[in-house]
């Protein structure tokens, strides 16, 4: 199958699927890529699942999706869609299982021939303060009463009690917190699965990687991000709410089921399974959303804290001389209610982004008040054995794309395809040819986040800067990685 064949071409970067492609479709699909990525994706199913996601009641504009689009549960990875709230619908495939996956950098003033001496030491001391893998025990074992908390207060519940600063707090998306997280709305089974997992990376594609500033693209909102310039070492990490927040999707993919039949909506595709947002379903479902999303802020607070602490034991120098502050951290499997502007007047919304980022620009108000003259920060993972980079949002993402953007460079190959196609290859002794100091609970699935597996995120992120949805500010590449 051809998707040349089927998508309408608007310009170089951007793809029309026609709202006559399937019966049920309620607004077009808009895919944003080049013509090579439309060509390489020959049958991914993703473009049909951005077809199906425009099939869902309350939809507003278009059914997005990023360059960085693949195969996912219900809405492809890299989608975006708008409900409105008044008779729209909210979906827990739109956020995924990973609820508040997303990611974090924090700056140091160390240069990479400061650090190469004693890089693996670094590395190792990281991977114990931060342990990945499956299951998994944090440094901080809750109490249920103190779980409770944490899903109201969110990152702050951390900083409050000393594992953080409150500068982090301004340089989280919605610092750290959502608002009506409802812990009635969280089953047992959940709360069991967080109790010990606060302060874990994961895994999967869950990664925490030392990397060096390579190049700078926009030397103002470099510096306003502490960007000094080529040679700075940066921690730039990857993780989420953990089984907390796999769970709360388990419970309510169930009830959505359920209530997707009561409420008589017709769905391609059970995966999309849904509740209208102001229905009992809906508000459980938001309220316990919410609460594993503040879990996750929460995490990667931890997580944070970990990370100081073991730079500054390894290198012997104080957090003042080391710098070691927060960047930003921004969410990428999430659902906010958010007020746009549309046809020249404000909606209310309900905005799914699964594998996707905010992307707001300078001046806008909920963008930290340190980077309101350059916008908010977008940060886009790559792969392990490549680069990653930071961009900024636009004005024209706020009227495009309901100021959203990618999250990093999207799988090319499952799983399984990696592994069969890198068979019998050392990873680590590839990336240690690279200078790459690799740490893995399991190095033999090193092979499934080879860089075989995803698209090039350097045609990813050049696709939305010529598309004007995001701006390029700086690239990072990888010396240390730990996986899961």
Known sequence: ???????????????????????????????????????????????????????????????????????????????????????????????????????????????????????????????????????????????RRELDELMVQGAGWMVERGYGEPDDLDATESRGCLEDADPNAVSERARERGLAQLGTLGSGNHFLEVQVVEQIFDETAARAFRLDGPGQVVIFFHCGSRGFGHQVCQDYLRVMEKAAATYQIELPDKQLACAPIRSPEGKAYLGAMAAAANYAWANRQGITHQIRRAIIKVTGRSHEELGLHLLYDVAHNIAKIETHRQNGKEVTVCVHRKGATRAFPAGHPEVAERYQQVGHPVLIPGDMGRYSYLAVGTERAMEETWGSCCHGAGRVRSRGSAKRLLAGVDIAERLAKQGIVVRAQNPRALAEEASEAYKDVAQVVDILEHAGISRKVARMRPIGVIKG
Not at 6 to 11: F, H
Not at 65 to 73: K, S
Not at 80 to 93: L, Q, T, Y
């Open 1 to 143: 199958m051809s998707w040349l064949k089927i998508l309408k071409q608007i310009d170089d970067y951007r793809w029309e699927l026609p709202q006559d492609y399937k019966p049920g479709m309620r607004v077009p699909a808009l895919i944003f890529a080049d013509r090579a990525m439309i060509e390489q994706m020959g049958d991914d199913q993703a473009i049909e699942q951005a077809a199906n996601v425009a099939t869902l009641p309350g939809i507003v504009g278009r059914s997005l999706a990023m360059p960085d689009i693949h195969w996912g549960y219900g809405f492809p990875i890299g989608g975006v869609a708008a409900m409105r709230v008044e008779d729209g619908v909210v979906s827990p495939g739109g956020v995924g299982f990973d609820i508040n996956c997303g990611t974090r950098v924090i700056t140091t003033t160390l240069q990479e021939e400061e650090v190469r001496p004693i890089l693996r030491e670094l590395v190792n001391q990281l991977y114990r303060d931060a342990p990945p893998g499956l299951g998994g025990h944090g440094f901080l074992r809750l109490k």
